[in-house]
């Protein structure tokens, strides 16, 4: 991948929960195009993978949430997995934390049900944007306009399905990435 990302540093939030390849693998595609990434998680200490509907590996947490800052990172990536976003959208500070990047222009990167916690944002209101299948109402009824593709941006936010759309996934995020801000968005 080079080093696209060099000198860019790079937030994961999840929480208990999340589905562990959509962490692992972006992460390592992150590393390999030079980003420094850390793993930012209301968690204490590490945070509990799945596998699907099976409890995983546990991952230690780099920055804990509560400490965790948007503008000490050039991007943010929202493993999805059940349980993870639908903790984080419950958390103010979490919300908090991610609304800091759209307010910024920073680009996002949110991947199966990870979109659930941007509807809270209140920012994906006439985004094009997709994500597991079930949330598509969910999607639409926050006004975003729900697409079933492998991967889809609209002005730094990167969308995809599923784990099967990881390659996809981590081409688009780390060209987005090195794009680095979105001035439409920061100014909106």
């Known amino acids: 991948m080079g080093n696209k990302l060099n000198g ?5 939030l999840v929480a208990d929960g999340f589905e ?10 992150l590393e390999a195009a030079g980003a420094q990434v850390e793993i930012v998680s209301p968690a204490d200490g590490e945070v509990q ?5 099976e ?29 993870n976003p639908d903790q984080l959208r419950m958390s103010m500070r979490a919300v908090e934390f991610v609304d800091g990047f759209f307010v910024t222009g920073k ?7 990870a979109p659930w916690l ?14 597991w299948p079930s949330l598509k ?7 975003a306009r729900w697409v ?13 399905r599923k784990p099967q759309d990881i390659p996809a996934f981590n081409k688009k995020m780390i060209e987005e990435f090195a794009e680095g801000r979105h001035a439409k968005r920061q100014a909106a």
């Open 148 to 160: 079933d593709r492998e991967v889809v941006v609209d002005d730094g936010l990167i969308t995809s």
């Open 49 to 53: 993978g799945w596998n699907h509907d």
């Open 20 to 29: 562990q390849v959509e962490l692992t693998e972006p992460k390592e595609a």
């Open 137 to 143: 109402t969910d999607l639409s009824n926050a006004g």
């Open 8 to 12: 860019k540093k790079i937030a994961i």
């Open 107 to 113: 680009p996002v990167a949110a991947i199966c049900h």
């Open 55 to 83: 409890k995983a590996d546990r991952f230690p947490v780099d920055m804990p949430l509560s400490r965790a800052r948007s503008d000490d990172y050039d991007a943010l990536l929202l493993p999805g997995g059940v349980r």
């Open 118 to 131: 941007l509807i809270e944002t209140e920012v994906i209101k006439g985004k094009n944007i997709t994500s």
